[in-house]
């Protein structure tokens, strides 16, 4: 698992990547209230603001981590945004994504240097 | 945070692992490690214990107290009996509200409590008009809301069941006096207690060591008071905001209108009489928004779903955990009926809300 600096934790499944955010991220957040996702086929740039997350205190945007395709969404996390702060980095993934190049993984941190980061 | 005042229960915030935030001037607790939610739900199942320490108390001596106190707010206060609390607001000259406040009849003198952050400006306001008046400053205030409150306080001060809302009194505890209003800002019964600051962190302790109660940060305080449709002062109400487009004319007895016997003679009566005859042109109203999204403070609302102007703007806006909603108050054109969809703009996409009245959450006082 890698981790950025915007607090999101990437994860490889093939030849895609699965993105969600870390437990330190949720519980800054607090309780999560409503998630809305991007759209599968969304050709994304990294940086761009492609998810919200309300909480009960404020709104807050998931970048794209990287350059790529959204191929999938986590439908649940409509239903069910409490999931956030349930099981961050299991069940409450966000989206999967093909990336333009695979090999910019290499520059996130892992989980140690995430650790030191976050203090 | 130097430059912050602390309320006498700082410590005991920070011993219950309370994160603090500047608030008004104060370091206060936003929320304890159960969680805004968690809290909130606590308060409507059970009881929540806030620290209202930075809320401004005041007292006005006189038995002629009432009637110069009418001079300042658009509310009959000479009609208030002993031992009662009424709802009020300060007015500008333009019919704008200065803060809004609760004012209670203790016998020989009124027992006014403001807003934090405004409590200075009103100080000045109330010296500038009336003889006498004190601030208190060698008490907390703590509020004690939700369906338990009510046996967690009758068995620590015998008496307080038998009041209702809006009742004041002055109770005994362990050698110190009490004074307690049946009242608060969460749409929950409950009371308002105002302890001496030297006992504030024992009393506040003796509460929560009963299990029916946890304390409650000033997240859930927010989430509470919007569930019950009430107005938060600098957002929902300001000097830009007549009591009448606030939706606050319920607080204005007939008595102060037009062709009651103590007509007008607050500042700005012009304006607010003449819109309590005529109608305002817009109002505070409650949204529903559809879907899960919150609309918050700031987002204009639009009559269509496309083109046009907005014809309103989100005052106050979140997620409600006791309606599993999003829920919002909005200034709107008067004549918005309920029902009406209107759209909020969210991050550029304009989204359904219905216009419904509040508050969102059936309130639980004991009347």
Redesign the interface.
């Known amino acids: 698992m890698k981790f950025t600096e915007d607090h999101e934790w990437l994860k490889t499944e093939g030849d895609l990547v699965i993105v969600g955010i870390t437990e330190h991220a949720s519980e800054q957040l607090?309780?999560v209230?409503?998630v809305?996702l991007p759209d599968v086929g969304d050709e994304v740039s990294k940086g761009d603001e492609i998810c919200?997350i309300?909480s009960?205190?404020?709104?807050s945007d998931i970048l794209a981590p990287l350059d790529g395709e959204i191929v999938e969404i986590n439908e649940d996390l409509?239903d069910n945004?409490g999931l956030v702060n349930e099981d961050p980095l299991g069940k409450a993934w966000f989206f999967k994504m093909k990336l333009a190049d695979a090999s910019a993984l290499e520059g996130f941190m892992d989980e140690a240097a995430y650790k030191d980061f976050i203090g | 945070m130097s430059d912050l005042k602390r309320t006498p229960l700082y410590d005991l915030h920070v011993e219950l692992g309370a994160k603090m935030v500047p608030f008004a001037g104060y370091e206060m607790p936003v929320?304890y490690p159960l969680?805004?939610?968690?809290e909130?739900l606590h308060t409507r199942a059970q009881a929540g214990l806030f620290d209202v320490s930075h809320m401004g108390q005041v007292i006005v001596p006189g038995a002629d107290a009432a009637e110069a106190f009418e001079a300042l707010v658009p509310v009959s206060l000479m009609g208030l009996k002993e031992g009662r609390q009424r709802y009020a607001m300060f007015t500008n000259d333009e019919g704008g509200i200065l803060d809004d406040l609760m004012v209670a009849n203790r016998g020989d003198h009124l027992f006014v409590v403001v807003n934090a952050a405004c409590k200075e400006a009103d100080i000045a306001h109330m010296r500038a008009h009336l003889d006498q008046v004190e601030e208190i400053t060698d008490r907390a205030l703590l509020a004690l809301q939700g369906p338990a409150a009510e046996g967690v306080l009758e068995a620590l001060v015998p008496g307080v069941a038998a009041m209702r809302f809006m009742d004041v009194g002055i109770s005994q505890w362990n050698g110190v006096e009490l004074w307690i209003s049946r009242s608060g800002y969460t749409g929950e019964d409950g009371y308002e207690i105002s302890v001496p600051a030297d006992r504030a962190v024992e009393f506040a302790k003796t509460l929560l060591a009963d299990e029916a109660v946890e304390p409650i940060g000033l997240?859930a305080r927010d989430?509470l008071r919007l569930e019950a449709g009430l107005c938060l002062y600098g957002h929902d109400i300001d000097t830009t905001t007549s009591p009448v487009e606030g939706n606050l004319s319920w607080a204005i007895q007939k008595v102060r209108r037009k062709g009651g016997e103590r007509e007008g003679g607050f500042p700005g009566a012009d304006r607010i009489l003449t819109e309590l005859e005529e109608g305002p042109s817009r109002l505070r109203l409650g949204l529903r928004p559809e879907?899960?999204?919150?609309m918050?403070e700031g987002v204009e609302i639009f009559a269509s779903a496309e083109g046009g102007a907005p014809i309103g703007r989100v005052t106050s806006g979140?997620?409600g955990?006791s309606i599993e909603a999003?829920m919002a108050m909005a200034y709107l054109p008067a004549d918005t009926a309920e029902g009406t969809t209107v759209y909020g703009e969210v991050?550029g996409k304009r989204l359904p809300a219905t216009v419904v009245p509040m508050p969102f959450r059936p309130s639980t006082y004991k009347r």
């Open positions: 607090g309780d209230v409503f809305e919200v309300e009960v205190k404020a709104a409509a945004p | 929320q969680g805004v939610m968690k909130h997240g989430s879907g899960r999204a919150p918050r979140g997620f955990p999003p991050r």
